[in-house]
């Protein structure tokens, strides 16, 4: 019996195996309706899937009553001086994919750029700003007027669009 501080944390090596699972069982329903080829090629391919992820948590189970593992997450959320401005990223992440509608983009990308770049600790303010400026520029000219992707249009992609 290993003490709690020497035992293997295994909780975050769970995420993949159990997403991957819940994928293949997903996979299966949404091609319930299609033709026999589909639904079978999903079966095999989601039964392999489901079979490896059995296996391997079958192994963590037994790590778990030989109390060799720990359910705990280790140094997955990186270190607690870091935890503070890894939750604020998370949180800049899910405003971007919330602004983004709204403000385009352009403007949203350079927000979410400076935003993270200083979140990171780069400085001067002026470089990190000129860094994101310049990124999203970048980023409107290829994607948007190069490549003609359609990105959501915000302020910036208009006033854009009118001029040119």
């Known amino acids: 019996m290993l003490d709690r501080e020497t035992r293997k944390p295994v909780g975050a090596d769970l995420i993949i195996p159990v997403a991957a699972g819940a994928y293949a069982i997903y996979y299966v329903l949404s091609v319930w309706n299609f033709p026999w080829q589909a639904q079978m090629s999903g079966i095999i391919l989601a039964a392999l899937m489901l079979l490896l992820v059995g296996i ?65 600790g780069a400085r001067p303010v002026g470089r990190a700003v000129l860094t994101a400026g310049l990124a999203a520029l970048g980023g409107w000219i290829f994607f948007i007027v190069l490549l003609n992707t359609r990105f959501p249009q915000g302020p910036f992609e208009q006033a854009m669009g009118a001029i040119f």
């Open 56 to 120: 391997y948590l079958v192994r963590v189970v037994i790590g778990l009553r030989r109390e060799r593992y720990t359910l705990g997450f280790g140094d997955f959320f990186g270190a607690p001086s870091s935890r503070a401005s890894r939750a604020i990223f998370v949180a800049l992440i899910v405003g971007y994919i919330l602004a983004v509608p709204y403000l385009g983009f352009t403007i949203t990308t350079f927000v979410f750029l400076a935003t993270s770049v200083l979140v990171a």
